[in-house]
């Protein structure tokens, strides 16, 4: 891992770590020299580490924190860009090179934000630089958007004396206008106020008596639509004890963490609201993040209704609006920002509290280094800046909650819809009590088809859920049951009929569907397995008189595609809206009086001791899409684990049911929240190698931790094995130990008090595997992982830099880590 410097480096580590950039370290007789101003500059494109510069006296000023600047690196002095991050006055104990350029009219990362991007790197294993990319976007790093601008001006000395000059007339008069305007004007500009040529301009630059200046201007105008102003909706008691409780930490300004426990329909966002008039009030700025999914037209028009201005931050804008959002940011001139993941580094000058709104959202989680979970980052900021963090869910991650339960977070709770409203009946269909009868009835039971035609017969609207894409999600011989797989990833292709084409959804390999069997030679491939596409058609032959429109990643591709299709479903043009995970959240349609889970069993058995918390999570924002107006709704979920304690939870809408029996099982074998982890993947092209580097790295580490090979730690409970199951896909599918059991237990017998926030009982600290990764060839790249769990991250975090600083790495074998994992697979 790279060495980060937290001040100056010794000379001899200089020499040692930074090779030729230093010379050999002066005679200590030497070293009375005066003290020069020296800068620590990372790089993103060049070696890791801080290194040190000189800064010569022309830039001084210029150079500070969060600058970028043109510095030498290497026998050539090749010129590479890096991020200043200190400055500081020292006696140069060598011959050190000198900055060349500062790239930046002022720095791109406020001091604050520079502090955050030190501990995003120190907390993810990330090089410094790398996080600095990731924060400051592309566009506000080129400039999108502007372009290179001379303007004039008249300098003060000369205002002053103004009477006294003898000048042409026409020079006179354009330096009389000139010294009048408030602000700086172009030259273009300054010729057409005068009427005149550039000629009279020109010679008075040439005597001194106009300066010139060269700053980059926006050529990006917002064509913003005012909003309708919505005025405050009345408060019930919950939503006003929630909001008294924010209020208080907003007037005292202080750090406190409020997790808001809101059913869905409760009222969140009108607490959200109410709080950062407050933040407002005190001259300060609100940063909301929202899950990309969730951040529809409908929520934007809903924030700008009631502030005015607001900065809207999310994937689909363009760079010019990117970098002109970024300056609004920065110069305080927005109160309000509201985005997705990225957006908790808003640049606000004037940070009053962060509101992280859906917390429990997997998308808040970075994929790519560094694999940062907003939420956290949002916690960290505002510890760091000592002001308030909202966090609502209507089913908080059992992390937040088991810390509410705990104490480390204030606990709010809605506990009622808005207007009293009832929450919607949830039934269960029994899909075992359905076999006999599916190939009549196919993907929609006759319970569920009974439902959508009386619903639809009323003038209702019904909203169906498939979490998964595509027509068949597999193709299968029925001689000799070979799958039809991705020649890079050995995963199931998923037949698109629209296409007519075979696709692999992790590498987008693309091939026809074969006629016959590639394995055996047969015809007659079958394809198996129900994706939106497949129910779509479905969907349209049972119910020919009412149109369908389907929400998924084939479909929401187009640049607007996602408002188009949620406006005509609100208007009524579409009758039945289906589509997979996008359709559950952050939406409000009044008419929508039927939900039906057509599989609620799709991630619920995965290898991941999260599937059955993101299954209930998924059950329960579904649900919450109906019984939002005065027709009330209800909810039919389709399973073949009908006793699993998911599917009954969210049957009963009891959130802390389904948090005390999962906890339990959590703290049976040391999962989050009663221990930290990181997840290591080393995948390359080669097995053998790939698994030797697994290994060596996995041994170093448990030497690192104290841990003897193949030792069963203290208090240490092996997990049993779970028996391995197949998919009709032919994919191996090993459920997480925990949540076979608890399909097994259903809701019998009591919940231990310590799952309810009891006694803490201290973790072990282990390294599990390597293993082959439950997706074990992805791109054509083999792909094994070890789990680092303990009661501390920090110890975890050291004994990883210390590994894989010690391993060297065959040729082509990479490694990724992953602090706090979502994604298991």
């Known amino acids: 891992m790279p060495h980060h410097s937290r001040g100056l480096k010794d000379p001899k580590q200089q020499s040692s770590e930074q090779g030729w950039l230093f010379e050999v370290a002066p005679p200590p007789w030497e070293g009375d020299a005066a003290e020069e101003p020296l800068a620590e500059v990372v790089f993103p494109s060049g070696p890791e580490g801080e290194w040190t510069y000189l800064v010569p006296a022309r830039l001084a000023g210029q150079v500070e924190p969060g600058r970028r600047v043109l510095a030498p690196m290497g026998r050539g002095d090749r010129l590479l ?4 991050v200190r400055v500081e006055y020292a006696v140069p104990r060598g011959k050190l090179k000198s900055i060349r ?6 720095p791109l990362v406020p001091p604050k934000l520079l502090a955050l991007t030190r501990w995003l790197a120190d907390r993810y294993l990330c090089p410094w630089a790398q996080v600095l990319e990731t924060v400051v976007p592309s566009a506000v790093r080129q400039h999108a958007g502007t372009r290179l601008t001379t303007l004039l001006s008249v300098p003060p000395d000369v205002s002053a004396r103004l009477n006294d000059l003898k ?15 408030p602000q700086p004007l172009t030259p273009r500009q300054l010729a057409f106020e005068a009427g005149c040529t550039q000629a009279p301009i020109s010679q008075l630059r040439r005597k001194g008596l106009i300066r010139a200046e060269h700053r980059r201007l926006s050529r990006f105008e917002a064509q913003e639509v005012p909003a309708p102003s919505d005025a405050p909706h009345a408060l019930n008691q919950y939503q006003q004890a929630a909001l008294d409780l924010i209020r208080q930490a907003i007037q005292q300004r202080r750090h406190e963490v409020i997790l808001l426990h809101g059913i869905t329909g409760s009222g969140k966002t009108e607490v959200y609201i109410r709080a950062i008039e407050e933040v407002i009030s005190f001259g ?5 993040l929202v899950p990309e999914i969730s951040l529809t037209p409908q929520t934007r028009q809903r924030f700008r209704a009631r502030f005015g201005h607001v900065a809207v931050l999310h994937s689909h804008l363009n760079d010019a609006e990117r970098h002109w959002q970024w300056n609004r940011i920065a110069r305080g001139e927005v109160h309000v920002v509201v985005g997705a993941r990225s957006a908790v580094f808003a640049p606000t000058p004037r940070l009053g509290m962060i509101v992280v709104d859906e917390e429990h959202e997997g998308s808040f989680k970075q994929a790519t280094a560094p694999r940062y979970h907003a939420r956290d980052v949002a916690l960290a900021r505002a510890q760091s800046e000592q002001v308030p963090v909202v966090l609502g869910s209507a089913t908080p991650s059992l992390e937040s909650w088991y810390r509410a339960l705990q104490g480390e977070y204030r606990l709010a709770e809605l506990p009622a819809r808005v207007l009293d409203r009832p929450l919607p009946e949830v039934r269960v269909v029994d899909q075992r009590t359905q076999l006999g009868s599916a190939a009549r009835h196919g993907p929609l039971s006759r319970p569920l088809d009974e439902a959508m035609r009386q619903v639809l017969r009323e003038g209702g609207q019904v909203m169906l859920l498939l979490n998964r894409r595509g027509y068949a999600t597999h193709l299968q011989c029925p001689y000799c049951a070979h799958v039809v797989r991705c020649p890079a990833c050995d995963i199931a292709l998923v037949h698109h009929r629209q296409q007519h084409a075979a696709l692999c959804h992790y590498c987008e390999h693309t091939q026809p569907p074969p006629d016959v069997c590639p394995e055996c030679g047969k015809p007659g491939i079958r394809y198996s397995g129900l994706g939106t596409q497949r129910l779509e058609h479905e969907v349209q032959t049972r119910f020919p008189e009412y149109p369908v429109l389907r929400m998924d990643r084939d479909t929401m591709q187009g640049p607007g595609s996602h408002e188009r299709a949620l406006d005509a479903f609100r208007a009524g043009d579409k009758r039945i ?9 952050g939406l409000d349609f009044p008419d929508v009086t039927l939900v039906g889970v057509v599989n609620a069993d799709v991630a619920l058995h995965l290898p991941d001791f999260r599937a059955t918390e993101r299954t209930f999570q998924l059950l329960v924002q579904v649900a919450g899409r109906t019984g939002r107006g005065d027709r009330g709704g209800c909810v039919l979920i389709q399973t073949l684990n009908p006793e699993h304690v998911a599917i009954q ?6 959130y802390e049911l389904f948090a005390r029996r999962e906890l339990a099982n959590r703290r049976e074998f040391n999962y989050p929240p009663f221990s930290s982890q990181i997840r290591m993947v080393i995948r390359g092209p080669r097995e053998a190698a790939t698994r030797a580097t697994a290994d060596e790295l996995a041994g170093h580490i448990r030497a690192a931790l104290g841990i003897p090979p193949g030792s069963m730690q203290p208090g240490q409970r092996a997990a049993p094995q779970a028996e391995k199951q197949t998919t009709p896909a032919g994919q191996a599918a090993t459920p997480a130990p925990e949540n076979g059991r608890e399909a097994q237990q259903g809701l019998a017998g009591p919940c231990s008090p310590e799952a309810a926030g009891g006694p803490e009982r201290e973790a072990a600290t282990r390294v599990l595997g390597p293993a082959p990764a439950p997706l074990a ?12 769990q303990g009661p501390q991250l920090e110890p975890l975090a050291a004994a990883v830099r210390q590994a894989t600083a010690s391993v060297s790495t065959p040729e082509h074998v990479q490694w990724i880590v992953d602090v706090d994992p979502l994604d298991m697979l």
Do not use: N, S, W
């Open 649 to 654: 939870a969210a049957v009963r809408h009891d």
């Open 101 to 106: 350029q500062v790239l930046d009219e002022v």
């Open 167 to 181: 000048l042409p007339a026409a020079q006179t008069r354009v330096l009389r206008l000139l010294a009048q305007c």
């Open 81 to 84: 860009i890096g991020y200043c």
């Open 777 to 788: 060839r992805l791109r054509g790249l083999y792909r094994f992982h070890l789990l680092i």
């Open 284 to 288: 300060q700025q609100a940063i909301v």
């Open 577 to 585: 809206l289906l589509g997979t995970q996008m359709i559950a959240k």
